[in-house]
């Protein structure tokens, strides 16, 4: 930014650079209130509402997510533009197991609740801890401080990040999805759901995580190829004593303890005899049933399978469908119990459980099997396979399934009434590309199991429940103690429910306070109530609700865009949103998506330091919603060709203003070329607008880039004679009233993509900004919009000529010839004066007739200089 004149505008530089832009217009922006959001007296039709997703703050950020912030900005500035008041607020992802790997890994601790609290506590490290460090374990609270500490830290990180790429968020409207007011507003929507019925307990088979020791949702699941084998076991049918052995495959021998029952099709006929009999397990002797259920799978090696509690989700099923009885071998630390199930009563399988027990699922699995061959319950040798494998989506070990005491929301999954209404929500939101809509509806469809909120960590919302104690000091955990709408939020493990002291914690007649916390989705999927002031602010909410759009990523469709709807739905009976934006991903040159578990992550900081913000936008906008974007850091060719587009705003926009004229006068544009090059602009106008509005910024962008390269190749090149031309006035005002026009238009098509030059080349003749100019309409000054395509095509070909006749491109022609269709000829015809002033053309013969423009007899003087 240069100095000012008495106007306020900027006096444009010798030489434009695009370097320092950022800080410099960031700076403004922030002390002019260029993106502030004022709800004061705005009703629903004026506000446009943008439900910002919250970056997990945990780490850094990565090239993936300047890709779609962009996107969501460029259609935030565009609605700025065009009149609506612009609710653009930014959340902080900031609790769950993200935050808290990172404050173990950074900090060298972790979490033991059963410490007491340390006052004034120094981490032994403050930075990344050594990979092999020991971890020093710390008390609860002392673990919460520390993720508050590292996660604040992050934030501010972030916010530098986004500020250099120039988002235009209102940084007043921000929160944290761990603050109080978050904390009141996730506690308030679970109350709500526990009085409406839509929130139960259940002690159930839940998929656990044994290295984060917590419960894990289904949307949090993801498979993995993993290798493993089949093993045959040989169980012994009871009624005939010697009878041939009943063979069962199997891919976890360890579980043989767990074992309750084997199954087959009711109509296969191999084991029809069978069903209604018992056998004996191998190794532990005990008497298992013989049962039949359609989920058995007749080709799946031989046809019989062995239920244990639990294996996968197929076990669970047969457990629940089948009435069977339940006997856990492995525990929360992915070990085995000490203690053998009951049904193990001889001597030997105790023994025999004694050598599994304190043994991880690995160990336990290599030490069964050389009890299954010295025992002879094993047959054959086992058969290698690779099969695919249930993690939670950030672990690094396989799922066990344990039983445990969670609690649920009902989400459709047992509701046939809600899945179609939430069938039904989806097809009312508008999905951006419309394709990814699919994902919705399959996700919704394929739900097995209501969704399992709650989580056995630390940093996040409490659960706002406790449970009463009965006199004889047993939980009553049906007896759920909540508290006041006033107290919220509050963390059970330290307050107190109403009507009790805290002389009456875990005593007789007392209560014990909950001490899980929400899944970080149940706190997210409230994102549009957390910015929108539900609760507290009835004003804003009532401007904002339900939000224009949500911007979000494809792969968290079946996590944040889901839950978000079913909270909506169950909260307020309505969809949060009219549309929802889907961004694709980023990919490597190989094509494989950029993440954190590939290693191939890029960071976005030093490539704005590299390319500048402007260019980064370009490639990012450059790409549609829902299509993948290809980046190789070693040659972004796309980021390249942005920063060259908006040095070319620069001169551009330099050249323009050095005509003098402080007043732009549309009247004064009469000569031909003029108006037919305004009349193509109003052409891109409506396109850019149409696009737009349908949130195709990559159409925008490309007609916009299209138009504005010809009008800086060919129409500059085209009037600059006449533009200098004194002798000339009218024709001289044309020229400069058209060159001014057109690129105050051109500033503001490019506003929502590149916001630091356009800023920059605005402030060069306004005082304000481009980005609170309002959005450009067609001038309607009618003219030939073709005219300029045409001359350009004879400016390429004589251009073209002189090349070939290796003379420089200033070189007098002496006559040519013009061939083409009668309607280009005659466009010609109307802009030839400006033709044969660039071109340094003497005599021009038009002829009309042939299917394209061609420059033919083309003819030099002797001598050229």
């Known amino acids: 930014m240069s100095d000012t004149d008495a106007f306020g505008r900027a006096t444009v530089p010798d030489k434009p650079v695009l370097e320092g832009l950022e800080a410099t217009w960031s700076a403004v922006w922030e002390a002019e209130g260029t993106y502030r959001f004022d709800g004061r007296g705005a009703d629903r039709a004026e506000v446009y509402s943008i439900d910002t997703p919250p970056p997990t703050a945990s780490g850094s950020l990565h090239i993936g997510h300047a890709f779609s912030y962009t996107h969501t900005d460029v259609i935030a500035r565009y609605q700025r533009m065009r009149g609506k008041r612009v609710f653009y607020p930014m959340g902080w992802d900031d609790n769950g197991l993200p935050t808290e790997r990172r404050v173990q890994n950074y900090y060298g601790v972790r979490c033991d609740p059963s410490l007491p609290y340390e006052p004034g506590f120094v981490p032994p490290f403050d930075g990344d801890a050594p990979a092999k460090a020991q971890q020093q374990p710390v008390s609860r609270r002392t673990f919460i401080e520390l993720c508050e500490r590292l996660t604040v830290e992050d934030e501010r990180r972030f916010e530098q990040v986004w500020r250099a790429l120039g988002l235009s968020v209102d940084w007043t409207q921000s929160y944290r999805t761990i603050g109080d007011e978050s904390r009141a507003v996730s506690q308030r929507a679970f109350l709500a759901n526990l009085e409406r019925g839509q929130l139960y307990q259940s002690e159930a088979p839940t998929l656990w995580d044994v290295t984060f020791r917590t419960a ?289 914690r875990g005593q007789p007649g007392g209560f014990v306070g909950e001490v899980d916390i929400m899944d970080t989705w149940a706190t997210s999927s409230l994102t549009p109530e957390l910015a929108g002031g539900y609760g507290a602010d009835a004003a804003l909410w009532a401007s904002v609700y339900p939000f224009d759009v949500r911007p979000q990523g494809q792969d968290i469709i079946r996590t944040w865009l889901f839950s978000t709807l079913l909270r909506a739905r169950l909260e307020h009976g309505t969809e949060p949103w009219k549309a929802a934006t889907i961004s694709g991903f980023i990919v490597d040159p190989d094509r494989k998506k950029m993440s954190k578990s590939r290693g191939n992550v890029v960071t976005p900081a030093d490539i704005l330091a590299t390319h500048g913000s402007d260019a980064v936008r370009y490639w990012s906008a450059s790409s549609r919603l829902g299509t993948d974007a290809a980046l190789d850091v070693t040659n972004p060719t796309q980021m390249k060709i942005g920063r060259r587009l908006a040095i070319k705003v620069l001169n551009a926009a330099k050249f323009i203003l050095s005509f003098d004229s402080d007043h732009i006068d549309a009247a004064a544009v009469t000569e031909p070329l003029d108006i037919g090059m305004l009349a193509a602009l109003d052409e891109v106008i409506v396109q850019a607008t149409q696009s737009l509005d349908a949130y195709d910024h990559a159409t925008a962008l490309e007609t916009v880039e299209r138009f504005f390269w010809t009008f800086c190749d060919d129409y500059l090149e085209l009037v600059k004679e006449r533009a200098y031309a004194d002798d000339l006035p009218a024709a001289r005002a044309s020229a400069i009233a058209a060159l001014r026009l057109a690129l105050d238009a051109l500033l503001r098509l490019l506003a929502p993509i590149l916001p630091f030059a356009t800023e920059e080349a605005w402030r060069w003749s306004h005082s304000t900004s481009v980005h609170r100019a309002p959005w450009p309409r067609p001038l309607e000054a009618g003219g030939e919009p073709q005219i300029l395509g045409a001359v350009g095509e004879v400016l390429i070909g004589i251009r073209r000529a002189k090349t070939d006749a290796k003379v420089s491109q200033k070189a007098p022609v002496h006559s040519t010839q013009i061939t083409g269709p009668e309607h280009r000829i005659a466009l010609v015809a109307l802009a030839l004066d400006d033709l044969r002033s660039v071109g340094r053309i003497g005599t021009v013969q038009l002829t009309p007739g042939a299917d394209t423009i061609a420059v033919t007899g083309i003819t030099f003087p002797a001598t050229t200089e």
């Open 216 to 504: 894990v949702a289904q949307a949090e699941l993801e498979d993995r190829d993993q290798p493993g084998a089949y093993h045959s076991l040989a169980f012994v049918p009871v009624a005939s004593g010697s009878g041939s052995p009943v063979i069962v495959d199997t891919t976890r021998p360890e579980l043989l303890p767990a074992c309750v029952a084997l199954v087959a099709h009711p109509s296969d006929e191999r084991y029809q005899a069978l069903f209604g009999t018992e056998v004996t397990t191998p190794v532990f002797g005990v008497r298992v049933p013989v049962l039949a259920h359609h989920l058995a799978q007749p080709d799946k090696g031989t046809g019989i399978a062995m239920v244990c509690t639990f294996g996968d989700t197929t076990d669970v099923t047969w457990w629940r469908e089948l009435d069977l009885p339940t006997r856990q071998v492995v525990g929360f630390d992915g070990r085995f119990v000490a203690d053998p199930p009951a049904a193990i009563e001889s001597k030997e399988g105790r023994e025999a459980y004694s050598a599994l027990a304190g043994k991880t699922v690995f160990s336990a699995k290599a030490a069964l099997l050389e009890l299954l061959h010295a025992t002879g319950g094993i047959v054959g040798d086992p058969r290698p396979i690779t099969h695919p494998v249930k993690f939670y989506e950030k672990g690094d070990r396989p799922l066990e399934i344990v039983p445990t005491r969670q609690w649920y929301l009902s989400n459709g999954a047992r509701d046939e009434a809600l899945r179609e209404r939430l069938i039904q929500g989806g097809r009312r939101i508008r999905f951006v590309p419309d394709f990814m809509r699919v994902r919705y509806e399959n996700w919704v469809n394929g739900l097995n199991g209501d969704w399992l909120i709650s989580r056995q960590r630390f940093f996040g919302v409490a659960l706002p429940v406790w449970y009463g104690i009965d006199g004889d000091g047993a939980v009553q955990y049906d007896r759920v103690l909540t508290p006041d709408a006033a107290a919220l939020p509050v963390d059970p493990a330290t307050d107190v429910p109403p009507g009790f002291t805290e002389a009456q």
